[in-house]
């Protein structure tokens, strides 16, 4: 190729270069009339979403701390022992469960058992003593189902010492007794009763033959002592008819006369009601010292009735307990301080919402629990608005305490003493229902509920509803004036506008959300 030739090859290529660049620069280049078109605001234009059938449901959101609730410590009277009080045994373990009539420590060998009541320990009950424990005793055996006795008497009595024997035979311990000293004075009580009835027996029948009087035969012979002086006075009388006859002895008449005086004296003695008050005075001393003997002998009795020492039961005020520690071991000195801590063996979660929320929940509603982990569980509200003692309710806000349910050993760890998030649903429609969002609603001149359904061909209806419940940013919706259908399409706002536009009355009362 010759130079002139290559030349204009090169002239070519330029002029080729040149004019696609000159095309790609057109294209950037704008002239101002086109920038000003391009940089106006659209036409005005209606956003519209399709009605749908859906399920709404509200709920209220809390979050809330998992806890044992009422912790307490467990302490022990230990002033009766008489003794070291050496733990020896059934100390539990942390977490174990404890109830009511179960043996929770083994002191000196001898149980301490839980009963359920709010009066502390503070005596040991015996029979004779009585009051307001020994009323809490007897609630307790009744809700063991063991028969203290008359569980409205305040007397811990001899059926109440059987109650509390039968406790002792359930939880497998001997039953504590009144010691030898007890059974000596029931001994020396006997013996005062048998001589005291020795006494009575023998006083009886010195009254007896003192009541019985003369024998019949001493009396029949007075009798006849008397009707033989009767008779010699008599005859003595006959003979001095005639005081001057010579068988007439005067002196015999006199004699006669004293005869019979003294034998009818006689009868009468014999025959006179015997004297028997020294008799009864010497029964009734027999019988007084045979009553205090007996009396002695009760009180010595009740004496080995069986007894609740102080050292051996501890009142929860509420049953079960859950152990959450344990400051003896099997060795160490019980008393003083706590043996042991423990807490409602319910775990719960413990929330609050703002009291308008409060008002929408139930006892026993449904709940979801969001473990920390993200695992949902079910869970059922306890309580609402339940105060707590010694401590202040926020103002404007309600307690609500949530139980959860069937827990694993691995979930009931992740959730004690964690911060959770419950839900719990408080209204919902039943089943799919009509809804539209809430910024498809308008209101009318009367303040009815509106929607604007827009059809295919532009044009728009203004469509009068009743509205439902609304939940998650959608509303129930049914028509009242006109149709609604699943798929319409209704306005939820309006494309194109500014901030600094304000709408005309038209265009907000034609579908404005």
Do not use: H
Not at 108 to 118: D, F, H, K, M, Q
Not at 340 to 369: F, H, N, R, Y
Request: proline residues 6%.
């Amino acid at each position: 190729m010759t130079g002139s030739t290559r030349t204009l090859w090169i002239m070519a290529l330029v002029a080729v270069v040149s004019l696609g660049a000159g095309l790609g620069l057109s294209r950037l280049i704008t002239s101002p009339a086109d920038a000003a078109a391009q940089a106006a605001a659209p036409a005005a234009g209606p956003i519209t979403v399709p009605v749908e059938r859906r399920a709404l449901a509200n709920d209220v959101v809390l979050r809330g701390d998992a806890i044992y609730e009422d912790p307490v410590s467990v302490v022990l009277e230990t002033g009766d022992i008489g003794g070291p009080a050496i733990v020896t045994g059934q100390v539990p373990v942390v977490g174990a469960t404890i109830d009511t009539g179960q043996v929770i420590l083994e002191v000196a060998g001898r149980p301490v058992i839980l009963l359920t009541g709010e009066l502390p320990v503070y005596r040991t009950l015996r029979p004779g003593v009585s009051g307001p424990d020994v009323l809490q005793l007897k609630a307790a055996l009744v809700a063991l189902g063991i028969d203290p006795g008359d569980a409205s008497s305040a007397a811990y009595d001899a059926a109440t010492s059987s109650g509390v024997a039968a406790l002792y035979a359930r939880v497998g311990y001997p039953a504590p007794t009144g010691g030898d000293d007890a059974q000596g004075a029931v001994d020396a009580a006997n013996a005062q009763v048998r001589s005291a009835q020795d006494q009575v027996a023998a006083a009886q029948r010195g009254l007896s033959a003192a009541r019985s009087g003369t024998p019949q035969s001493q009396r029949v012979q007075a009798q006849a002592d008397v009707n033989t002086a009767q008779a010699a006075l008599n005859a003595a009388r006959a003979a001095c008819t005639d005081p001057t006859a010579p068988e007439c002895d005067p002196v015999a008449v006199v004699a006669a006369e004293g005869d019979l005086a003294a034998k009818i004296a006689v009868r009468d003695e014999l025959n006179a009601p015997a004297d028997t008050a020294e008799a009864q005075a010497t029964l009734s001393a027999a019988q007084r010292s045979l009553t205090d003997a007996q009396t002695e002998l009760a009180k010595a009795r009740t004496g080995t009735l069986t007894p609740l020492p102080a050292s051996e039961v501890v009142y929860l005020a509420a049953t079960p307990r859950r152990v959450d520690s344990v400051e003896v071991s099997r060795g160490s000195v019980a008393g003083g301080t706590g043996v042991m801590s423990v807490s409602g063996a319910t775990l719960q979660i413990a929330g609050q919402v703002p009291d308008v929320d409060a008002e929408l929940i139930a006892v026993d509603s449904a709940v979801t629990i969001t473990l920390p982990g993200g695992e949902d569980v079910a869970g059922t509200v306890q309580s609402v608005g339940e105060v707590v003692a010694g401590t202040e309710p926020t103002a404007g806000r309600t307690r609500v305490v949530v139980v959860p349910g069937e827990l694993t050993p691995e979930q009931r760890a992740e959730l004690q003493g964690a911060n959770v998030r419950m839900t719990i649903p408080v209204s919902s429609t039943e089943g799919e229902v009509l809804a539209v969002p809430t910024a498809a609603l308008t209101a009318g001149p009367g303040g009815e509920a509106r929607v604007e359904v827009l059809a295919d061909d532009g044009t728009s209806t203004l469509v009068t509803v009743e509205t439902g419940l609304a939940a998650e940013g959608f509303v129930e919706v049914s028509a009242v004036d006109g149709t609604l259908e699943e798929g319409d399409r209704v306005v939820v706002g309006v494309t194109g506008t500014t901030q600094d536009e304000e709408p005309t009355d038209e265009a907000t009362d034609e579908g404005e959300g």
